[in-house]
């Protein structure tokens, strides 16, 4: 379970899990216990008006008192990992939005975990139930070396479980000896940059949709769009009619007519505004949905999505 409700939380412990990686330790500042969650979700911070990010939970869900994440220190950074590293301290209070899960567990009889870099996040923690519940599961682990492999003494104590592989000992990661052909009830997990992730997408394109599970970090690369032109939004359960015009969201619009749909990302990476499209052809631009959910055209992310359609009718 996971929670929409907000609240303040203190930041009660920082520790440097790697070269460029510090984990967050936050508690709730009333004392209360804070959401229960499950492996895959993230946190979405308020960490400056008009800088919200989200980052994947990675400690143990068992500990009640505290939600524990991780941030890579981006190099160009857009303001969120910098501020993390650079000016948060232990004490300080951050604005905790929500805990979502958009990437949780499937059900399944094997599971194979694929990280890249920081993309261990989610992952540590499905490794982490999964053993716990006495799954079938192996993970490979790939960075660009061992000092920046964040978690990985912890990942060692699995055993030959993990395989961590970094890319100056390994070289690229040996996807088809650790993924293998399709099977029942075989299920891939996969999180880091982006050419990791078309690897896995481009291995694994013959494997039933459902098989493969995937989580971006960032937008991935979008095919040229045409011109933007304006369209209609019809809200199903209010009746309301808005028109987009070229330049702004979706989302925008309808908050500028008192209709809130829960966002985060604004690039359409976390899945948070997903929203069931009731009639209509959906310009679909984000990195969440995947190419089947795509084609049926029964949702939209309307942070970033337009409209192929005079009129797009929202189940909103």
């Known amino acids: 379970m996971t929670g929409d409700k907000g609240f303040l939380a203190r930041v009660s412990e920082i520790r440097e899990e790697s070269a460029g990686v510090k984990s967050f330790l ?55 990992s910098a501020m993390l590293h650079e000016q948060v301290k232990a004490g300080d209070a951050l604005e905790v939005l929500a805990v979502r899960n958009n990437f949780p567990l499937v059900d399944a009889e094997f599971y194979l975990l694929v990280a890249g870099g920081i993309g261990i996040t989610p992952l540590l923690a499905m490794a982490r139930e999964l053993e716990a519940q006495g799954k079938h599961w192996r993970l490979l682990y790939g960075g660009r070396n061992r000092a920046t492999m964040a978690f990985a003494e912890e990942l060692a104590t699995y055993g030959d479980k993990v395989n961590i592989c970094p ?52 937008p991935k690369e979008q095919e040229p769009h045409g011109a933007d032109t304006a369209f209609e939004v019809e809200l199903k359960q209010s009746g309301k009619v808005v028109t987009v015009p070229p330049g702004r969201a979706i989302a925008d619009v309808l908050e500028d007519v008192g209709v809130y749909i829960p966002r985060s990302c604004n690039e359409g990476t976390c899945g948070t505004c997903l929203t069931k499209v009731v009639d209509g052809i959906p310009d679909h631009r984000d990195s969440f949905l995947r190419p089947r959910q795509s084609e049926k055209n029964k949702l939209i992310m309307v942070c970033c999505s337009r409209s192929l359609s005079p009129r797009l009718v929202l189940d909103a």
């Open 26 to 80: 936050l508690e709730p500042a009333d004392g209360s216990c804070p959401p229960e969650w499950t492996p895959g979700a993230h946190v979405d911070l308020a960490l400056a008006p008009g800088l919200n990010r989200q980052y994947s939970l990675c400690g143990d869900r068992s500990d009640h008192a505290s939600l524990r994440f991780a941030v890579l220190r981006e190099p160009q950074s857009r303001g969120g």
């Open 167 to 218: 890319e100056d000992e390994c070289g690229l990661l040996d996807l088809a000896a650790f993924l293998g052909a399709a099977e029942p009830g075989k299920v891939a997990f996969c999180c880091g940059p982006e050419p990791l992730i078309k690897a896995v997408e481009a291995y694994c394109a013959a494997w039933p949709e459902e098989a493969l599970q995937i989580e971006r970090f960032h």
